[in-house]
């Protein structure tokens, strides 16, 4: 028998010399146990490490960009009142250049600043951005036949346009969210100026037409006051719109109180947009009454006094607003289309396969609705108001 030491060190010989098996596992040692754990500790910590600067990058992008967008909004809001400052300086000089033209009391004088200053209102709208082209052209004979026929018809078309411009780039940055049809500054076209312009030119050149010492004083009254009774109607709707819009409560729909709509929906109404309503039915009011008064003042009279003789006819301005809002609304809730657009995220006047219906039907349009509306309350100033 061979000796047991000669046994196991064959033994271990052995063992030693036959080769692992293939897919065995092999037992690591603990210095790699050691390494390994260093690594992996190493690893998790340069991971953490690029985490957490991925986070602090994407925070200081946030920061910035938020950042970015209040200056953003300061400077275009910061734009917006200095350009509404420049247009209601603008309306306010353009009631002294009426007074003057009908203050010279000479014919040519009339006609000819008559023209100019239709022409030089068009020309700071389209400057503006409150008109495109074709608005600008259609502003010229507006303006014209609405400062000749008289000084107070040209003071309050003055105080209409500058006044709703102004108020159209109050919180412009909202309205974008909300109005489909928003421009900025206002941009009207022709059907635009024509809806709230052709009807009172009409009646302001009638008006200058019969404007002799031995016409009706009865329907000279009932002309101006269809005229009064339009533009309040046009501006207060306007003002309405553009003011309203911004009320921190949700709108009613007029023809059903209980229901809350979407802000822009048409026939949708607040406290806030009822009170705009009334202003800028006012505003023509008073232009009314200082376009007047400016002419006795240039001509040797008394401004003040005739101010006070005349301060009825704001109030008459701010009813037929708020008339002309109340029927404009109604027209809204019911012949002009109202729905949600799911892709917009945005009320819109046209039905589609992704717009959800809120009120109306699809018959007028919302110049059409302007023009019928603004036309009922000046029919409706001519039969019980005369000025």
Request: aromatic share 6%; hydrophobic share 50%; charged share 15%.
């Amino acid at each position: 028998a061979a000796p047991m030491s000669t046994t196991v060190t064959t033994t271990i010989a052995a063992r030693r010399a036959t080769p692992r098996a293939r897919g065995a596992p092999s037992r690591p040692t603990p210095a790699a146990v050691l390494c390994a754990r260093r690594t992996g500790a190493v690893r998790i910590h340069v991971e953490n490490d690029v985490a957490d600067r991925q986070q602090n990058r994407h925070r200081r992008k946030r920061v910035i960009s938020r950042a970015s967008a209040v200056d953003g909004s300061a400077d275009a809001s910061s734009a917006a009142a200095t350009g509404s400052t420049t247009l209601l300086v603008a309306g306010a000089l353009a009631v002294g250049a009426v007074a003057a033209t009908h203050a010279a009391g000479n014919g040519v004088a009339r006609l000819v600043g008559s023209a100019a200053l239709g022409a030089a209102l068009a020309g700071v709208g389209y400057a503006k951005q409150s008109l495109d082209a074709s608005g600008a052209l259609a502003a010229i004979g507006v303006g014209f036949g609405s400062i000749y026929s008289d000084a107070r018809f040209g003071s309050a078309l003055a105080v209409f346009f500058f006044a709703s411009s102004a108020a159209t780039r109050v919180r412009s940055d909202v309205k974008v969210k909300i109005d489909e049809h928003f421009k900025a500054g206002g941009g009207r076209d022709w059907v635009q100026v024509a809806a709230n312009g052709f009807v009172p030119t009409i009646i302001a050149m009638v008006y200058a037409l019969i404007a002799v010492p031995s016409a009706n004083v009865s329907l000279q009254g009932a002309l101006a006051s269809a005229f009064l009774g339009y533009y309040s109607c046009c501006c207060g709707d306007t003002f309405a719109s553009e003011l309203g819009v911004l009320s921190k409560s949700r709108p009613r729909l007029i023809i059903d109180p209980m229901r809350s709509v979407e802000p822009g929906t048409n026939g949708g109404v607040t406290a806030l947009g009822w009170s705009a309503s009334a202003a800028g039915g006012a505003a023509v009011g008073a232009a009314f009454v200082v376009g007047r008064a400016a002419v006795v003042a240039l001509s040797g009279g008394d401004f003040l006094a005739a101010c006070i003789q005349d301060a009825i006819i704001v109030v008459y301005g701010a009813i037929a607003g708020v008339f002309g809002s109340f029927v404009d609304s109604m027209l809204g809730a019911t012949v002009q289309y109202s729905g949600f657009c799911s892709v917009k995220d945005k009320v819109v006047s046209k039905p589609g396969p992704t717009v959800s219906r809120i009120s109306g039907c699809e018959f007028l349009s919302n110049s059409a609705v302007n023009l019928v509306s603004a036309s009922i309350t000046a029919v409706v100033a001519a039969m019980y108001v005369s000025i």
